[in-house]
């Protein structure tokens, strides 16, 4: 197999298990804000900037009050959010041999907290920003790349959602899909989308061990 040089990560459904954070934390949005949508129409979007997604579900108006509580209940719950086994491992491993990155659609405040939270570093971080397109737009991963001197070919990223697998494909970088995320049934059923069943999987790509 291939090694990559870069290894670039999603969160949600990568590294964290936040299900459970990110329903609590649309309970206040609905509670606050008077919001009826459930959090199932919510969480079938998510992949895609906050802003974007409350567009996607019709809500137009104070969507920057919405995402700030939003942030403020993520955080608040934060022992809802569960870090993956053998992440923390993994990571360390993959960086001893190559770069490592992060591309979320998660603020970057929340980002940095969950991060710090679990001790987690990477070579760059890329959260959604006024000028940059997120997912799935390639605009984030290729900022990546830019930031770190990293072709294309010797990059990957690892995502669970449909806006994942868009954007890297869209920067022409390669793509393995975390079959153990979000992810909807189409991509998990594509055969020619390598795919891998937890995080540590990737370590046979470097021939490295746990």
């Given at each position: 197999?291939?090694?990559?040089?870069?290894?670039?990560?999603?969160?949600?459904?990568?590294?964290?298990?936040?299900?459970?954070?990110?329903?609590?934390?649309?309970?206040e949005?609905?509670?606050n804000?008077?919001?009826?949508?459930?959090?199932?129409?919510y969480?079938?979007?998510i992949?895609?900037?906050?802003?974007?997604?409350l567009?996607?579900?019709?809500?137009?108006?104070?969507?920057?009050?919405?995402?700030?509580?939003?942030?403020?209940?993520?955080?608040?719950?934060?022992?809802?959010?569960?870090?993956y086994?053998?992440?923390?491992?993994?990571?360390?491993?993959?960086?001893?041999?190559?770069?490592?990155?992060?591309v979320?659609?998660?603020?970057r405040?929340?980002?940095?907290?969950?991060?710090?939270?679990?001790?987690?570093?990477?070579?760059?971080?890329?959260?959604?920003?006024?000028?940059?397109?997120?997912?799935?737009?390639?605009?984030?991963i290729?900022?990546?790349?830019?930031?770190?001197?990293?072709?294309?070919?010797?990059?990957?990223?690892?995502?669970?959602?449909?806006?994942?697998?868009?954007?890297?494909?869209?920067?022409?970088?390669?793509?393995i899909?975390?079959?153990?995320?979000?992810?909807?049934?189409?991509?998990?059923?594509?055969?020619?989308?390598?795919?891998?069943?937890?995080?540590?999987?990737?370590?046979?790509?470097?021939?490295?061990?746990?």
């Amino acid at each position: 197999m291939k090694k990559y040089k870069l290894y670039i990560f999603d969160l949600d459904g990568v590294i964290f298990e936040t299900k459970s954070n990110m329903r609590a934390s649309w309970t206040e949005v609905q509670k606050n804000h008077k919001i009826s949508i459930k959090f199932d129409d919510y969480f079938s979007l998510i992949g895609s900037p906050f802003n974007n997604i409350l567009s996607e579900l019709g809500i137009h108006n104070y969507q920057n009050q919405i995402a700030k509580t939003y942030s403020n209940a993520s955080r608040k719950k934060l022992s809802l959010v569960k870090i993956y086994p053998q992440v923390i491992l993994t990571l360390r491993k993959l960086k001893n041999e190559s770069k490592i990155a992060v591309v979320t659609s998660k603020d970057r405040k929340r980002t940095n907290f969950f991060l710090k939270k679990f001790k987690l570093k990477f070579d760059f971080i890329s959260c959604p920003e006024k000028n940059l397109k997120g997912k799935p737009y390639p605009d984030q991963i290729l900022k990546v790349l830019k930031k770190l001197s990293i072709k294309k070919k010797d990059s990957v990223y690892i995502g669970d959602m449909l806006p994942d697998y868009n954007a890297s494909k869209k920067a022409k970088v390669n793509f393995i899909l975390a079959n153990y995320g979000y992810g909807n049934h189409n991509l998990k059923t594509q055969k020619k989308i390598r795919k891998i069943n937890k995080i540590s999987d990737l370590l046979k790509i470097n021939n490295l061990n746990l």
